[in-house]
């Protein structure tokens, strides 16, 4: 199933969310692989199988983008919940602590780091995880990333997580 595939199957009451997909898929703030990179991430996140399907399908992506892309979602999908949990609660000696989990990924992604840093950025968003989306956007920051560019990201995981979460409500109705 393709993207174009996808928004026709989108429910009347997501209509907006098909309009928005669209949108973002022709959208040009970002290359193709920052873009491609952050829907892909973001449908990894969410894991809705219809979503990655379509995804895949349309993602012009080399192999090393893609699989950095999904290691960018598998990487904050750990870390997201560690640092988010770390954040929440009170007792800041957990704080001083290391993390003493792997994460080398990070020093050598397999493709551009600030592509990676962008798309852990968008996946951050999906998990909700104010700790990491401060950390990666100082990062992207310090390195010329512009503001919209970030902001581009950050609305296509906010269009691949609603889509996502109304095509599984969907199968969910099914049956």
Sequence with gaps: MSLDALREVIPAY???LSLNLGSLAGETVLN???KW???LASAYAVGQPQVVQAIEASAVLSAEAREAAKAAAAMMGMNNVYYRALHLMHNQEYRTL???L???ILANPGVEKLDFE????AVSAINGCGACLDSHEQTLKKDGVPTVNIHTALR???VVNAV???MAGEAAAKG
């Design 14 to 16: 997501a209509k907006d």
């Design 32 to 34: 193709d692989q920052q």
């Design 37 to 39: 990179g952050c829907f």
């Design 98 to 100: 290391p993390a003493r």
């Design 102 to 104: 792997r994460m080398n």
């Design 118 to 121: 962008l798309w852990c950025t």
């Design 156 to 158: 296509i995981a906010a």
């Design 164 to 166: 996502s979460r109304v």
